[in-house]
């Protein structure tokens, strides 16, 4: 029998009222949110109420994300469905180790908090934009990045995509060089060059956050978005180059399957991830959280 992975979403899937029915269904998850307000005072009622533009800002986004995905998988868990492994997509990774046992519940949660207001401060110093590439291989893509002194790959989703950041200056010609190739350069909703060296000093004051926080014996096996490997070196250092370091996305679902795993289940408010894994390897089965339950009968 095959393992089962939770693997955690990052940002992009937010929405207005995303986790009300699982808090108002879901003792588990009421009990999630609630911990989140204690330590955060109106994260659920910025899952539940905040508006599209409040929910898009990184320094609500990453805690109301967090807050979500730990209502979900604490559904999960209550349920029985216990992870062999997990994984996060950027700031899902400090969910994944929250859910995977590396940090307890609090300390993930104030960590998160911290990322999104670096994270957002650092993205403020500068005018930036990121985009998706599609249909171009990654060599295409490092090799067009390549002509641009500040325009970067960051995100090998998978095939056939791979997402850039940059000034926002050089994206628009960068743009017009992935049209020439064949490939598609489509702009995403953010004002940041998440996970390239624009993050540098985000990462750096992450690290020292990360000093204080108390590390514990992981329950499942957790995977590094920099090394699409299971951790084995020191995990504060992996957790803050995470945030200025490319996503290695695709590898570590392929990583993920060659250790066992035939089961991925979305933690999250959409299906990217879903989406993702089906078109890394088709043979395995790939569900969101809410479909999962559906089909194992836990409704």
Request: net charge negative; aromatic share 8%.
């Amino acid at each position: 029998m095959g393992k089962i992975a939770f693997i955690f979403s990052g940002q992009g899937d937010q929405y207005p009222g995303m986790g009300k029915e699982l808090a108002e269904n879901y003792p588990a998850a009421a009990q999630a949110f609630a911990l989140c307000d204690t330590l955060r005072p109106g994260t659920s009622e910025q899952c539940f109420a905040g508006t599209e533009a409040e929910l898009k800002e990184t320094k609500n986004t990453q805690p109301c994300l967090f807050a979500m995905e730990l209502a979900a998988a604490s559904v999960l868990l209550e349920k029985g469905i216990v992870p062999d492994a997990v994984a996060g997509f950027s700031l899902g990774e400090v969910v994944a180790a929250t859910v995977g046992g590396l940090f307890d519940r609090e300390t993930g949660f104030r960590l998160v908090c911290r990322r999104g207001a670096l994270m957002q401060q650092a993205a403020e110093q500068f005018d930036t934009a990121m985009a998706a590439v599609v249909k171009l291989s990654p060599e295409q893509v490092q090799q067009l990045c390549s002509k641009y002194p500040q325009v970067y790959p960051v995100n090998y989703n998978c095939p056939g995509q791979i997402t850039v950041s940059g000034l926002s200056a050089q994206m628009q010609e960068f743009s017009a060089d992935v049209k020439a190739a064949g490939g598609r350069a489509l702009p995403l909703k953010v004002k940041a060059a998440f996970h390239s060296p624009f993050m540098q000093e985000a990462a750096d004051a992450f690290a020292r956050e990360l000093e204080s926080a108390e590390l514990r014996e992981t329950t499942a096996v957790l995977y590094s978005n920099v090394t699409a490997q299971p951790y084995t070196e020191d995990a504060r250092a992996l957790l803050s180059r995470q945030i200025c370091s490319p996503v290695q996305w695709e590898q570590t679902i392929r990583n993920m399957i060659a250790g066992g795993v035939d089961t991925f289940v979305e933690i999250g408010p959409g299906k990217t991830l879903t989406n993702m894994v089906r078109k890394i390897d088709a043979a395995v089965s790939a569900r969101s959280y809410s479909d999962y339950l559906t089909e194992v009968g836990v409704c």
